[in-house]
Every structure is written in C-alpha cells, then in structure tokens.
C-alpha cells in the first residue's frame, strides 16, 4: 500500500559530487576521485527546565559541520591545502612532491564544498565558510590483487565564522534540482 505519492520526481538528488577546498573562498581546488562522501551537521540540543514551569526554552550549542569522504587520488599538495598549513610541501615539478609534518601545531581555516549536478545541469550545492582539518592521514594499504584503490580518509569539520551574519555563520546549501519543475 503506498503511503504518498512523489511530489516532484525531479528533486531527488542522485549521485556524488565534485568536493572542493579553498584558502580565499574564490579560487577552488578539486581533490578529484573520491568515494563515501558525506555532509553532517551536528548540535547539541540544550534545554533550560524550570521546576514549576516546564520548558522555559530550547537551544543549541557546539554547532558543527562536516564533509568528509575517501581520496582516491593522492595529491601531496591538495592534502598540504586540506591541513591547513601544519605541513611543509615542497615539490620538483613534473618529478615529485613531499609532505614533512611534525612541530607545526596551528591548523588554518578553509572553506570547503561538494556540488552535485544532474543531467539537467542543475546543482546542489554544501558550503561550510570556516573550516578545519579533522583528521590524521591515515592509508590502509590494500592487497595487490584487489579490485578496490587504496583510500586516504579526510573529514573537514566547520565552526561558525563569526564576522558572518548570525544565521549564516555555519553552512550553506543551494538548490537548482527541481526548482520550479513539478513532474
């Protein structure tokens, strides 16, 4: 027995997306294939009780937003970007690149984001405006014969910019997908 009915066939978002690190917000780096990638937001819900009143009201604290996701294609570079600077990168141009970490303890901010786009040339669009590198490198190297890429987990995590407006410290999402076409 159905329970409704679809609304509007063309806002069901379908697949991955292209994710992206940025310093300055305007030039974007795409860090190519990647798998799993997942968008979070998380809070901790506070209630304030009263003993003869109920609730006297509700908030959140440690407000927070994540992309994180599996690389695929290792770029010593694009990860020197993703850390935020705790890394010296050096590279011989066509030849080789180093990472050497280890003593640098500050972690610069990013912005980051994923874009889906569907046949239709639509997009969906996560920003996170002030973030952060979340995680360690971590490589689990797979047999010779496996039919899966050896992946570098990453997650990105966002605090609130707070030289932004309230309500727009955190995250954005935009929409194109199904935007005035109702199927």
């Known amino acids: 027995m159905k329970q409704t009915i679809v ?5 069901i978002p379908m697949g991955s997306g292209k994710f992206e690190i940025s310093i300055d917000g305007i030039n974007w780096t795409d860090l190519g294939a990647m ?3 997942v968008f979070t937001e998380t809070f901790d819900k506070v209630s304030l009780y009263s003993d003869n009143a109920g609730i ?6 440690n407000h927070h937003a994540s992309l994180a996701g599996d690389l695929q294609e290792l ?4 990860l020197n970007t993703l850390r935020g600077g705790i890394d010296v990168y050096t ?3 066509g030849v080789s690149e180093t990472l050497k970490t280890g003593g640098l303890t500050i972690i610069n901010a990013i912005q980051t984001r994923v874009t889906n786009t569907n046949e239709r040339a639509e997009i969906l669009r996560v920003l996170i405006k ?13 047999s010779d014969d496996s039919d899966t890429s050896n992946v570098i987990p990453i997650e990105i995590l966002g605090s609130n910019d707070v030289s932004k407006t309230p309500g727009e410290q955190l995250f954005e999402m935009y929409n ?3 935007i005035g076409a109702v199927s």
Do not use: R
């Open 7 to 11: 609304k509007n066939v063309n806002a």
């Open 35 to 37: 798998q799993n990638i």
């Open 56 to 61: 006297i009201k509700e908030y959140i604290k």
């Open 75 to 78: 770029s010593l570079a694009d």
């Open 91 to 93: 590279s011989d141009p």
């Open 130 to 142: 002030k973030a952060t590198n979340n995680k360690g490198i971590v490589i689990a190297f797979k």
């Open 176 to 178: 194109e997908q199904g």
